[in-house]
């Protein structure tokens, strides 16, 4: 999992989706913008995805990407993403 600073059509997030690794983002369950990237800008369309979970030999129950702010202002220039497995 983490930063890769690469969008999902990219060459080598594609190597890792076509090994043995599934990704997260294609939970049944998927909630919040597509893009994990937001550059600190407010009230954009998020559909930068740069940041993965990657897994195998688990089963997957969520994929959450939270996009929440404080006093309007974003925590981070990434959104947090929490997968749930069991």
């Not at 190597?15 to 937001?38: C, M, Q, R, W």
């Amino acid at each position: 999992m983490g930063d890769f600073n690469l969008e999902p059509e990219t060459e080598p997030i594609q190597k890792i989706i076509d090994s043995e690794l599934k990704d997260a983002f294609e939970a049944e369950l998927n909630l919040g913008p597509v893009g994990t990237y937001n550059a600190f800008k407010i009230g954009e369309n998020y559909e930068r995805r740069i940041d993965y979970v990657f897994y195998q030999g688990f089963e997957i129950k969520s994929y959450k990407n939270f996009s929440l702010r404080i006093q309007d202002t974003f925590l981070s220039d990434h959104f947090p993403v929490v997968v749930e497995f069991e």
